[in-house]
């Protein structure tokens, strides 16, 4: 802000935020120019650079709390399933120590092969036992470390900052690796679809945000496959299915494809005939940022089997932000890139060996692609790429196409489910993930 007086003197307010309190200029009878300053007794100079850091750190720690709270509502279930399992085998036992001599041997037999194939799962249990308790101290020094970063930037000062971050690291190591052990597994099975509501065109896309805390349920509604830019905001899951309390977003630049995804409060898109991602952040109804994916096809030039502008998908797993597309220097075989959801720039890319144009979707979980033979009826998941390993295998996981012909699939870590838009209809899929834990707790 700038102020001139009727004597000449030029006053500039500057931010709170920059350190100035106030500065001042006038001109003295020789020309030369008089410049006084307050400013905080601390001299900010060399501060700016670590409070700026040190927010970043902040933001860092919210996103490990998030992290943790979605680990556990994901992995809830499972703590509930094998208990249940336990329940069984002891049952089990029981009637193995019961029966003596009244079992024939081909019913003992099958009684103890049963007990056998349970006994395994009573490592599974205390494993998941000790990981809860892990889980509980991290979200304690989750709160210790909030609170310190938080009474370092309320005054103003960077003391410590290098044993701050480092405890920011470690803490997010640690949460990545439970979040491998205890939410992680081989895709299995899909369950019969759940059609949550029938609405929009042929094509498009719908999500939640797959990092949102639980009191978050917004649905984000994206109509069509090109030239789009309207996005509908729904307050919760009942909104959605009653077409009530949504807001409207409209994208400064319009989408391509339906591959779009909703990752910490902003939307990752394809701009429309061009490779560019595009971040929009949607608090603040603006784009963050916007870079081009080196090299991947565009406009319908790699699209997947349906075509409708498919050439680039995005996609979140428990261990961050995909990008799916091909380049002619990998002869149309899709490539999966690791993004930086910050910068956008490519971490990481493997060539899968998969010809994207006899795919039918694809979609991440816990660092695997999944592909699937056909958007239409009788489409399975066929093939699956391990980018821990860089290796693949062929699948056969079948899965009901009820609305026989699939625009989007996308996995959401939060849910544990797959998000479709199948023919017009929003469809929710279960999947189950087969993961087993060793006696010595290392998965």
Known sequence: EVAVSQDGTTTLFQSPEEGWQLYTSAQAPDGKCICTAVIPAQSTCSRDGRSRELRQLMEKVQNVSQSMEVLELRTYRDLQYVRGMETLMRSLDARLRAADGSLSAKSFQELKDRMTELLPLSSVLEQYKTDTRTIVRLREEVRNLSGSLAAIQEEMGAYGYEDLQQRVMALEARLHAC?????????????????????????????????????????????????????????????????????????????AGTGHVVYNGSLFYNKYQSNVVVKYHFRSRSVLVQRSLPGAGYNNTFPYSWGGFSDMDFMVDESGLWAVYTTNQNAGNIVVSRLDPHTLEVMRSWDTGYPKRSAGEAFMICGVLYVTNSHLAGAKVYFAYFTNTSSYEYTDVPFHNQYSHISMLDYNPRERALYTWNNGHQVLYNVTLFHVISTSGDP
């Open 179 to 255: 979040a491998q052990k205890l939410g992680c597994g081989k895709l299995t099975g899909v369950s019969n679809p759940i059609t949550v509501r029938a609405m929009g065109s042929r094509f498009g896309s719908w999500m939640t945000d797959t990092m949102a805390p639980s009191a978050d349920s917004r649905v984000w509604y994206m109509d069509g496959y090109y030239k789009g830019r309207r996005v509908l905001e729904f307050r919760t899951l009942g909104d959605f299915i009653k077409g009530q309390n949504f807001i409207q977003h409209l994208l400064p630049q319009p989408w």
